[in-house]
């Protein structure tokens, strides 16, 4: 195990910091920065280097992981003034494991090749639960022959890494479905309330949708009605899960994936819109099955 | 079988004929009416009474089936001038599977309480296929102690007979399957449009959906895009299926009863919008699953 | 003055009220009714005549209007079992001036001429304030010839009395407008507070939108937001003005036209959508521009 | 006026054609250059100095205008590698007329200042016609005391030049005004087209919302309707004026604001949808009012 090549890793926030630690639980020397000190200070301790600018960790590994909250993030972090591309060497294996604009990692992509290095976009679904366990989803994208070796290194945190295509195909893969899943769930969650108010018991719709054509993950393992389900957000009050605020993000970038390709997404704009609002009326921290409660509450005068 | 007892049968259009004719197979005399009289002819030759009003039909069997095409014409077939109402006898069980309005199924129930005899709504789903082969599904609505009577004769055309409540509860939950079918059929039409346009498989994305939350019936089992598919209209150029028509008319009964209980359907609001700019485009008679179709098309200068 | 006929009215509340009260002003006896007795009172004191049912009205006056909250009461209150109808005088001229259904009036309309009387629908734009000082707007729908008859009585409440074609037209243009109103006041309040967060001061933004091509009545002379005007509800808090659940009301009235007239209405289904969120958000007895107040909210985490 | 020192302009399309004629016209001399060297010909025989790139304008003119298609084309032709900042002079005026992301505006700004020179956004409102016969309306955003110095070009070209405030609020304020004109519009066209099916005469519809508070651009000045006003679009089968796909294009620009802001645009972004629809559906070069007869269309089976 000692003999491993050491492997860089960029952004120990939330996500981050459990996905690294499953690279040094797999015997993986570790390479660490973050832009915030304490960040780092966990990974000393577990014996990784921890290093001072993304430059500093592309001059010591030549795989390197990154972990970013946002687009500009990202660019900072491969293209600014201590950023990767300054030292990478030639031949390295860049992962941006970040969920940002496929348009971004396409341009990311095109500059990391210039420096004779290989970028892979490679976002992944599930949560902080799903980071710690290790088994995260990665949707990637990037030169086809150079999958191998990234999936050796995304498997000791995923139980699944799936191969999408060109460069950007990941981010593709996963904002599609992610505005697939909002429409999902704010169209359960209206359904629900209106057969509710039709004077339907809900966990008899749920029953009765769930085997019928309106069936969808949002009905029949998330569903967003309290009391339908068990070990799910909506039967603890909507906390855990998937935040609003990072539903609303991920839609945000649909839509700019949509208006630069001039996509009609009428219905995933409008769920876009309806997260928006409820990041602005509290809801942002909740689980985005709160939708529900959203929409739900009586008409008072 | 000679000796059961008749049923009437009001309403023998597309789907109406077929049913009726199920009921025959089943043993069960019946008692037609229609009020274009060439669609009764096909049933005297099959040895049916024809008669000349609903009220007639009412006058010779205690127990009738309605399939009619929307509210107005259900209002006349029982409380018009000529209608069931007039010559019900007491303790009849009148069963209509009209899809209509939940509250106009609540009026004519009282109407018909009124006269001492047994209301329930029994819309179906499946369209003239599942008619044919008598494996529609019904859900019904009305007093929980006639359900089984009403079951016996529903089982003859179909495979499935779900209870939903009280009156007006099997309209609720057609509608309601209907308004989050419609919802996933738009928001996974235009979900594998943007991945398209972004330079991912089809094929490939519709399996990553199907794996992730993002599923749906639309994506798995009746996906929208040519060639993803085998055996779904897609695949046929969205002919047979469900028709947009149909669905526009769905999702304004949903219109109307949110609207009336002052539910919030966002999402649900905005498909019926859709479906109509559709039908006013020349959609009327393709699958519904022709959004992928309205919505994909290039723009051209 | 007191040779003058005798006019009735029929439903007293916060509009009707104050415009019975214009026709004693004007020196018309007045025959009234209200559902709630204690309506009646103070038209008592008036010397008003006070009855005990719509058909009392009927048969002690041939001229009647109607003021009323929704389609249901303005059915029951014609053709109830205590209805005008049950004694209307051939030749009698109703006029309704509540704000219902189009569909509505028109059935209500047959009814009525089935009895040899004339039907008009009539409703009003200005609210509590314009009904008080006799200068509301009628929009009149029903036959040309009996509009002469019909102005006499309606200008002694307002001072706009508009012709609008047959009957329904009156309803029609009010729940136009309202529609095209509930769109703008919206786009208003969303496009100043995009301009805001963008940088730009609200009164400079108003002043560029009203001398361009996105000036409209919301922007030049009930804008939304606060310290742009004087004298309109953003300045008092949302406070006055037109009722958010009024205007939902009409918004939904506009929507059951437009399912069932076949006719895409994608903004106006959206506006209802999102009055119907306010109203369950608290916002139900502000003013309809407070939507500016519910989109501005700033995110908190 | 021989006397009056050069001015640069890059882009001389549709829009810049036009306006640097103006220049010419008021007696300024003109250093030109456009990617498509046949745009700069017709200059060249008026007199003007044609260059081989943005950075030889900049060597020659310390005040340029630039007219540009999209945020791409601005940054190439400010940032690129023959771009202006490679021999911008200290101190000069660069004026950008396009309309881009204020995001962009704000970033070439910053490009700018680092050289010492001054940026500020100028985008128009009035199309090719207004360019022509100099009536152009400019939105201003930059430094305060160098508006002058800007305005002095400015009103060569156009009839109107507003100052909105620090750099990128003159692309906000046009983005603003052009989302609200497509809301109006879009509502407009649905209001009129419900009127017309509910029986309404569609001039005297016109006639009701423009004395009311459905009032707006739209309504009152370009109207959509055919054969309510004369002289716009609508009278000549939606030739001429603003074109679909233009206002697709700002109606994205504001959808990006939107996002990167964080602040909820409901109708904007169904507006959006709604454009982009249209132009897939064969409507990119109408005027945008055709959005009447998008939706209008009678449903045929």
């Given at each position: 195990m000692a003999?491993?090549?050491?492997?860089?890793?960029i952004?120990?926030?939330?996500?981050?910091?459990?996905?690294a630690?499953?690279?040094?639980?797999?015997?993986?020397?570790?390479i660490a920065?973050?832009?915030?000190p304490?960040?780092?200070k966990?990974?000393?301790?577990?014996?990784?280097?921890?290093?001072?600018?993304?430059?500093?960790?592309?001059?010591?590994?030549?795989?390197?992981?990154?972990m970013l909250?946002?687009s500009?993030?990202?660019?900072?972090v491969?293209t600014?003034?201590?950023?990767?591309?300054?030292?990478?060497?030639?031949?390295?294996?860049?992962?941006d494991?970040s969920?940002?604009?496929?348009?971004?990692?396409?341009?990311?992509?095109?500059?990391?090749?210039?420096?004779?290095?290989v970028?892979?976009?490679?976002?992944?679904?599930g949560?902080?639960?799903?980071?710690?366990a290790g088994?995260?989803?990665f949707?990637?994208?990037?030169?086809e022959?150079?999958?191998?070796?990234?999936?050796e290194?995304?498997?000791?945190?995923?139980?699944?890494?799936?191969?999408?295509?060109?460069?950007g195909?990941?981010?593709a893969?996963?904002?599609?479905?992610?505005?697939?899943?909002a429409i999902?769930?704010?169209?359960?969650?209206?359904?629900?309330?209106?057969?509710?108010?039709?004077?339907?018991?809900?966990?008899?719709l749920?029953?009765?949708?769930?085997?019928?054509?309106?069936?969808?993950?949002?009905?029949d393992?998330?569903?967003?009605?309290?009391g339908?389900?068990?070990?799910?957000?909506?039967?603890?009050n909507y906390q855990?899960?998937?935040?609003?605020?990072?539903m609303?993000?991920?839609?945000?970038?649909?839509?700019?994936?949509a208006?630069?390709t001039k996509?009609?997404?009428?219905?995933?704009?409008?769920?876009?819109?309806?997260?928006?609002?409820?990041?602005?009326?509290?809801?942002a921290l909740?689980?985005?099955?709160a939708?529900?409660?959203?929409?739900?509450?009586?008409?008072?005068?």
């Open positions: 003999s491993k090549t050491p492997v860089g890793f952004g120990l926030g939330n996500m981050g910091n459990p996905m630690k499953n690279l040094v639980k797999h015997g993986y020397p570790v920065y973050d832009v915030f304490e960040a780092c966990e990974f000393q301790d577990l014996g990784a280097q921890v290093t001072d600018s993304p430059a500093d960790v592309a001059e010591r590994a030549d795989r390197i992981i990154t909250p946002s500009p993030n990202a660019k900072e491969y600014g003034a201590n950023g990767i591309l300054k030292k990478v060497k030639k031949g390295s294996l860049l992962i494991s969920t940002i604009d496929p348009a971004v990692s396409k341009e990311l992509a095109k500059a990391v090749e210039k420096m004779g290095a970028f892979m976009d490679a976002p992944v679904s949560g902080v639960g799903a980071a710690r088994n995260l989803t949707m990637v994208g990037g030169v022959q150079e999958f191998d070796a990234a999936k290194l995304l498997t000791c945190m995923g139980s699944n890494v799936v191969y999408c295509g060109e460069v195909t990941g981010q893969a996963k904002i599609c479905n992610n505005m697939l899943l999902s769930m704010i169209g359960t969650a209206e359904t629900m309330n209106l057969g509710i108010r039709l004077g339907l018991d809900p966990k008899l749920a029953k009765i949708l769930n085997m019928s054509s309106g069936r969808c993950w949002s009905s393992t998330y569903n967003p009605v309290p339908v389900m068990e070990g799910v957000p909506s039967a603890n855990g899960g998937f935040g609003t605020t990072l609303a993000k991920d839609l945000g970038l649909a839509q700019i994936s208006t630069n996509t009609p997404v009428p219905l995933g704009s409008q769920a876009h819109q309806i997260y928006r609002m409820m990041c602005a009326k509290g809801y909740k689980d985005f099955s939708v529900f409660q959203f929409l739900r509450e009586e008409e008072t005068l």
